[in-house]
């Protein structure tokens, strides 16, 4: 299953990807729905962020290839932070870089899960029943902002900060997923998602006993070693394998 949400007349749309078009749906995707027999040529749609989150929820030091790089210890249970609701846009829009209040903005590649039904106390066991698949996630960081606070909220929730997309699919071992973040052509993470600390199943359940899930509400589950900066005028492309390309620029704010 893939799923993509368009812009259809000026009207966000979902739709499920069927070979190089995506067959509409009327109805929500998180909700009761049926398939229309409106096709759109996939080239030709404008994709949007695949879903509109309550919350983004996020997850620190969670590759075990990050965390040699950083020289730091993992943590028994997951640290868990969020990004503003406004941070989230999607494929193809401008990271903006807010030059008034950071001096070094840097990418982070993510596989993001995307809720599909509400989840409050659930069981490790029973996660997947309420994943509807998965996206990918750039965790835009204000690095300089970040070791100054000491937390994340304000380095994490600049508008802009949260490029997800391209589509949500759930065709892929996402245990043993290949993983990249590509800055101007060059590959600077290269790792796949067995280096997973606190595995998909355990941050879903540990997130619901924290706060209730939403459909829509995404978990982004870390980031692997290759971290870095981005520059004015840089295009950052997160690569997951199953999902696709997620490729925004990074363009100067007024």
């Given at each position: 299953m893939k799923i993509a949400r368009i812009d259809y007349g000026g009207k966000p749309t979902y739709g499920y990807i069927?070979?190089?078009?995506?067959?509409?749906?009327?109805g929500d995707i998180f909700a009761a729905h049926t398939k229309t027999d409106i096709f759109i040529p996939l080239d030709d749609a404008k994709l949007l962020a695949p879903?509109?989150?309550?919350?983004?929820?996020a997850v620190g030091l969670n590759y075990a290839d990050h965390a040699v790089e950083l020289g730091m210890k993992t943590t028994e249970f997951p640290v868990f932070f969020l990004k503003a609701q406004t941070s989230v846009i999607g494929p193809g829009d401008n990271i903006v870089y807010p030059r008034h209040y950071s001096s070094q903005v840097d990418y982070e590649a993510e596989l993001a899960v995307v809720?599909?039904?509400?989840a409050k106390n659930i069981?490790?066991?029973?996660?997947r029943d309420y994943i509807l698949g998965y996206t990918c996630l750039n965790d835009v960081t204000a690095r300089d902002l970040q070791k100054i606070d000491g937390q994340w909220a304000r380095a994490k929730s600049f508008d802009t900060?949260?490029?997800?997309?391209?589509?949500?699919?759930?065709?892929?071992?996402?245990?043993?997923?290949?993983?990249?973040a590509i800055l101007n052509g060059e590959v600077r993470q290269d790792s796949t998602t067995a280096q997973l600390i606190h595995k998909i199943e355990?941050?879903?359940?540990?997130?619901?006993?924290?706060?209730?899930?939403e459909p829509g509400d995404v978990i982004a589950t870390g980031t692997p070693s290759g971290i870095g900066e981005m520059k004015v005028g840089d295009v950052i492309e997160i690569y997951i394998e199953g999902i696709g390309t997620l490729r925004n620029q990074l363009t100067m704010d007024n």
């Open positions: 069927d070979g190089d078009k995506i067959n509409l749906i009327d879903c509109v989150p309550s919350k983004v929820i809720i599909g039904k509400s069981e490790e066991s029973d996660a900060f949260c490029p997800i997309g391209p589509i949500i699919s759930d065709e892929f071992d996402p245990s043993n997923t290949a993983i990249r355990f941050l879903v359940s540990a997130a619901s006993k924290i706060m209730t899930l």
